[in-house]
């Protein structure tokens, strides 16, 4: 009998260790529990949200209709209105980068808690199987042999021990399988999330194209309405003489500064790189051509190069930029000084990727193509000027 006690005992004993470490897990567990379920509650929130932050079309179309009187006007706040669409979807693309990286760490925890939680009911089968049978035929005995009633009383207390013990494993148990449900519900959510973001994106997209669309048919309305062609014939001509002088300024505050400074750049007769990382076609050539909207005469002066949105524009040569702005009728534009009274030109962008003042070397995305501006389609006006004069960009650069 002594020996079967100190058996058991050694086995409580054993026990005992084990519940002690069962006890920390137990408080680490309920620590985890909590905040799973402060994640749940901001991935709710996160998700209630969402919906809202969706661009207000018919609240853009409101806001667009007071300006259309002044095209210029008209069009500054239609770009304005897409780029913030467009900063829009970016940000839900972050998003959307950044779940994907949560979904993969909660769906490892989600297996770590699984294996934490099968753990945890094997040793408990473990344990119903060694303590229950033993319990039935070994407590009674020890019960029985109790020497008086002080050491009656002592095995009373360690037997409700042992019930509390297995009370607090299953306790633990639940726990685990508590938090396995939290991490999956977690999970459930955070794809829920991911489905949305993703739809958002397509709806935001969708909007984008409607205001596109809308900017061409607009701009394209305004110019072939009959009665208003003479007028469309002059405000186009005011609009290329407004961009001339806006160049023409920049040309003479460069040399000003130039002269300031007494800083000369000097072109040294380099060879130009094409301007794209890559077109699809020439859409409107440099020089004399008959407008294809007014059906009259006009010197366009540059290069349409059509492209899709979002395609590189390059530095056609080493130089300083002298503008990256915008204009409602360039748009997003660059301007780059190349020396010795050299200029290249670069319109329409979605984006700008340099600053003014930037030292740019030939081949450097400087911006990437879009539809800004006076523009009804995705496409770069490349323009070169020399001498205060525009010339023929194909004497710079050829065409792939
Ligand atoms: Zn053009």
Same mark, same amino acid.
């Given at each position: 009998? &002594? ?10 004993? %054993?026990?005992?260790?084990? %519940? ?11 620590? *985890? ?11 709710? +929130? @996160? ?18 209709? $007071?300006?259309?009187?002044? #095209? /210029? ?16 979807? /970016? ?37 119903? =199987? ?12 020890? !019960? #029985? *042999? ?7 009383? /002592? ?13 607090? =494993? ?11 449900? &939290?991490?999956?519900?977690? #999970?459930? #959510?955070?794809?829920?999330? &991911? ?6 994106? =397509?709806?935001? =997209?969708?909007?984008? @194209? ?26 186009? @001509? ?30 040294? %007769? ?5 301007? &794209? ?5 020439? *859409? ?24 899709? +949105? ?7 040569? /080493? ?22 009274? !050299? ?9 700008? +990727? ?16 879009? $539809?800004? %501006? ?27």
């Amino acid at each position: 009998m &002594l020996s079967l006690t100190l058996l058991f005992l050694a086995t409580w004993h %054993g026990d005992v260790m084990m %519940g002690s470490a069962a006890k920390s897990g137990d408080a680490s567990i309920l620590e *985890s529990i909590r905040a799973k379920q402060e994640q749940i509650s901001k991935a709710e +929130k @996160e998700k209630n949200g969402l919906k809202k932050n969706l661009s207000d079309v018919q609240g853009i179309k409101k806001s667009l209709e $007071s300006k259309k009187k002044d #095209l /210029n006007n008209y069009i500054a706040e239609l770009d304005n209105q897409i780029a913030q669409i467009e900063q829009r979807m /970016n940000d839900l693309k972050e998003q959307i980068t950044s779940k994907e990286a949560e979904i993969t760490e909660t769906q490892a925890q989600v297996e770590d808690a699984l294996a934490r939680e099968k753990g945890q009911m094997d040793s408990m089968i473990v344990r119903a =199987q060694q303590m229950y049978e033993k319990r039935s035929n070994l407590m009674s005995d020890l !019960l #029985l *042999s109790a020497s008086g009633i002080g050491d009656f009383l /002592n095995r009373a207390e360690f037997m409700e021990k042992l019930v509390t013990y297995d009370k607090e =494993q299953w306790t633990n148990f639940q726990n685990y399988r508590k938090y396995v449900e &939290l991490c999956e519900r977690q #999970l459930e #959510l955070e794809k829920e999330i &991911l489905d949305q973001t993703k739809e958002n994106v =397509q709806l935001e =997209q969708n909007t984008l @194209e409607i205001f596109m669309e809308q900017k061409k048919r607009d701009i394209e309305a305004y110019q072939s309405d009959i009665e208003n062609k003479e007028k469309a014939i002059e405000e186009y @001509e005011a609009m290329i003489k407004q961009q001339d002088e806006e160049i023409k300024a920049l040309e003479l505050a460069i040399e000003a500064d130039r002269k300031r400074l007494s800083v000369m750049r000097t072109y040294d %007769g380099g060879t130009f790189t094409f301007p &794209l990382a890559s077109y699809t076609r020439v *859409s409107d050539p440099y020089g004399w051509r008959i407008h294809p909207i007014l059906k009259v005469k006009q010197f366009h002066n540059g290069i349409d190069l059509a492209a899709p +949105k979002g395609t590189a524009i390059y530095a056609a040569y /080493n130089g300083v930029v002298v503008a990256a702005a915008y204009s409602p009728t360039m748009g997003n534009y660059v301007m780059i000084d190349h020396g010795d009274n !050299l200029y290249t030109i670069y319109m329409h962008a979605s984006t700008l +990727k340099v600053q003014a003042n930037a030292v740019v070397s030939k081949g450097d995305t400087i911006a990437l193509v879009g $539809s800004t %501006g006076r523009s009804t389609g995705n496409h770069l006006h490349f323009s070169v000027r020399k001498d205060g004069e525009y010339v023929s960009p194909t004497d710079y650069i050829t065409l792939p």
